[in-house]
């Protein structure tokens, strides 16, 4: 920032001065730790001053809302027009009850929604599948056929209210159902919004829902993102996620920079495969991202994604239209940062955490709830979480005005030091030929094992604290009243299934594969040809087991 | 010949792809000498207890947060039993509520680790617990 000279010269003189009595306080007295970093192992200083930012310009680098480099958001209006949406991440046993959640948590003043599924849905496998036993409904809701979904989006106006789908290899498939399920309630592809999470890089690096090899994987990707383009514009067919990443154990900056190379990586992607202009698409590109316990450094890190994103866009994928610049993303508190120990301390992380969310300008916000370190989180503790935003929003304060820390001399400079950082393993990566060859060194994985490990160690030796861990240790259980998914839920489900496999035109079924799979061969688009699958009743694992057949699977190689 | 190594197979079974824990202590049995084999994410009870077996492993270790470890742990520790390998120990660790724990001791698991366990506590516990067979 621009600091006359003589502001420069006092401040220089004033830090000698202060540092003398630093100096002397800690003769008598050392400081608690040797050491001051980050939750990531960030060395942080005592005292910022005019001193580190001094190298900054006010137009070039913060700005004003609306404008680039974006750092200050998107929204001329700040939050003042519109909050954040207030999107729980929500689905467990059956479609029925997560119906349920769902209408009781916008009851509650949810302005969006949020598909958690279980993990065979995740996986791309049925109910019935041997691979599915002990899991079903378990982690989420469980979705087999279009039957199922009907039942999920009861009631739910697709119209109006947008959905998040958190689902991965299976994606051509569940959002072919919420096409289909928009088509037969007679409500236009043009009028139905949401999200499908969509982003396979960041499960090969970090979350490993996996069914594909990386390219086969990306190429699937790249048909949602056309298809969104020509017929569901107001989809985002990705969600860039550094959530899982820094869930996996990566510090804030790895997340920010595998997260930002991860959508490059689509971007290039969707022009070469598909021939698409940049300006065409990169509009409906969404991102995800972490909100851990250091407080500033969160606030920090989504300040630069936001630059490093528009300057990527502007520069160097010279796309014109400025909602290609635009970084929109999620944010949901860190669930890896929860205790089972005293679990009612997580409220509090969760808070700080949604806070610093807010504070970097999230414009989509889930709040863990405390038992989810336990289980799937039960309707009071969800209603906490919830309310945390709410009171965040109506009562702090925090949402008055746009991007209230711009120009504090800490956080801009952690701004930029992230920024920098970020760049260097973002060059490191083009270096080594884009993200899927560098997934396929291993070399995001082992980065992020490197950051995991050190930091258990640090909880260790106690350098790191988490309280109720490894600090003011509790012997004293707390019990809390825990949801359980009954075992039943799997017997009913697979019984449902069954009687639709029975009802249904199995020879059109099977029609409507086969239409797949020659999509798949001949580098068609598939998402027509899945629309039309779901809507025979052909289920998730029927459409995913042709991506495995013609593409082949893929197998975690077990990196540490 | 020095002192017989410990031989540990770190194994996720089930769908769960949360790795973290896997990972990070398969790297902390490598530090503390142990001969780490890790599966990877996705392995069904039948893969997991024919490794075990092939690798001639001294225990194995299985890492489940998705809820699945109530069928998926025992599943492993009886598939070992019926091919003769019930000499192999096996522990648990990850999500697994307290309720759950004499389920998984009763099938043969001999102990669970859950959050808030310290490396160095987990080492301790295998280097007094596990003897390499010969």
């Known amino acids: ?560 | 010949m020095g002192e017989k190594k410990i031989r540990v197979m770190v194994a996720k079974p089930g769908l769960d792809g949360h790795d973290r824990g896997a990972r990070v202590l398969s790297r902390c049995f490598r530090d503390a000498g142990f001969e780490v084999i890790y599966t990877g994410c996705h392995q069904t009870p039948e893969q997991i207890a024919s490794a075990a077996i092939q690798e001639d492993v001294d225990v194995v270790g299985l890492s489940c947060l998705s809820g699945a470890h109530r069928y998926l742990f025992p599943a492993v520790a009886k598939l070992l039993k019926e091919q003769g390998a019930g000499d192999i120990t096996v522990v648990g660790g990850g999500i697994i509520p307290e309720q759950d724990f004499k389920l998984l001791y009763d099938a043969g698991l001999k102990a669970i680790f859950v959050p808030g366990a310290t490396l160095d506590g987990i080492v301790d516990w295998f280097k007094t617990n596990i003897k390499p067979r010969d």
């Open chain 1, 1 to 560: 920032m621009y600091f006359a000279k003589e502001v420069l010269d006092s401040s220089s003189e004033m830090r000698r001065k202060w540092e003398d009595e630093v100096k002397k306080v800690i003769a008598k007295s050392a400081d608690q730790k040797p050491r001051w970093s980050t939750v990531s192992d960030l060395e942080i200083k005592r005292l910022y001053t005019p001193e580190d930012i001094k190298d900054m310009d006010f137009a070039r680098d913060i700005g004003y809302p609306n404008q680039f480099p974006f750092i200050r958001g998107n929204q001329p209006t700040g939050y003042r027009g519109k909050f954040w949406t207030f999107r729980m991440f929500s689905g467990m046993g059956d479609a029925k009850t997560t119906n349920e959640r769902w209408h009781m948590l916008l009851k509650e003043g949810q302005t969006g929604l949020s598909t958690a599924f279980d993990f065979p849905t995740l996986m791309g496998y049925d109910s019935d599948s041997p691979k599915a036993r002990g899991e079903c409904g378990k982690c989420g809701v469980a979705i087999d056929t279009l039957e199922d979904f009907m039942q999920l989006v009861d009631g739910i106006p697709m119209d109006k209210v947008t959905t998040s789908m958190t689902i991965n290899p299976p994606a051509t498939a569940l959002w072919a159902m919420y096409c289909a399920a928009a088509d037969l309630r007679g409500i236009p592809l043009s009028k139905i919004g949401g999200t499908i999470q969509n982003d396979m890089l960041k499960e090969f690096i970090a979350q490993k829902t996996l069914m594909c090899p990386p390219d086969p994987s990306v190429k699937l990707i790249s048909d949602t993102v056309e298809f969104g383009a020509k017929h569901v514009p107001r989809w985002n067919t990705i969600s860039i996620s550094g959530y899982h990443i820094r869930e996996a154990g990566a510090t804030a900056v790895q997340e920010l920079a595998f997260t930002l190379r991860d959508g490059m990586e689509y971007v290039e992607d969707v022009i070469r495969r598909k021939g698409l202009a940049v300006d065409e698409f990169a509009p409906r590109l969404s991102f995800f991202f972490n909100s851990h316990s250091d407080f500033f450094e969160e606030i920090a890190k989504l300040r630069a994604a936001r630059r490093i994103w528009a300057k990527a866009m502007r520069d160097r994928y010279k796309a014109k239209d400025e909602r290609s610049w635009w970084m929109r993303f999620h944010t949901q508190t860190a669930g890896c940062s929860l205790t089972a120990q005293q679990p009612y301390n997580n409220v509090v992380r969760t808070a700080t955490q949604a806070l610093a969310a807010v504070l970097g300008g999230t414009q989509s916000l889930h709040t863990n709830s405390l038992d989810e370190v336990l289980c799937l989180p039960s309707d009071h503790a969800v209603q906490i979480a919830l309310r945390t935003q709410q009171i965040i929003a109506e009562e702090t304060g925090a949402a008055n005005t746009i991007d209230p820390l711009a120009g504090s001399y800490f956080v801009e400079a952690l701004t930029n030091e992230m920024e920098e950082k970020a760049w260097e393993y973002i060059h490191k990566i083009d270096e080594m030929g884009g993200m899927v060859a560098a997934i396929e060194k291993g070399f995001p994985q082992l980065e992020i094992s490197d950051a995991a490990y050190l930091f258990q160690r640090q909880i260790d030796s106690g350098e790191k604290i988490m309280i109720g861990i490894n600090k003011y240790v509790s012997d004293e259980a707390t019990p809390i009243p825990l949801i359980e998914i009954d075992d039943a839920v799997e017997t009913q489900q697979v019984e449902r299934l069954q009687a639709v496999r029975r009802k249904r035109d199995n020879k059109a079924v099977k029609k409507c594969l086969d239409d797949i799979k020659t999509a798949c061969k001949k580098g068609e688009n598939v998402m027509p040809y899945c629309i039309d699958a779901v809507k025979s009743l052909a289920s998730v694992q029927e459409i995913c087991d042709v991506y495995r057949e013609v593409y082949g699977e893929y197998r975690d190689p077990g990196l540490y």
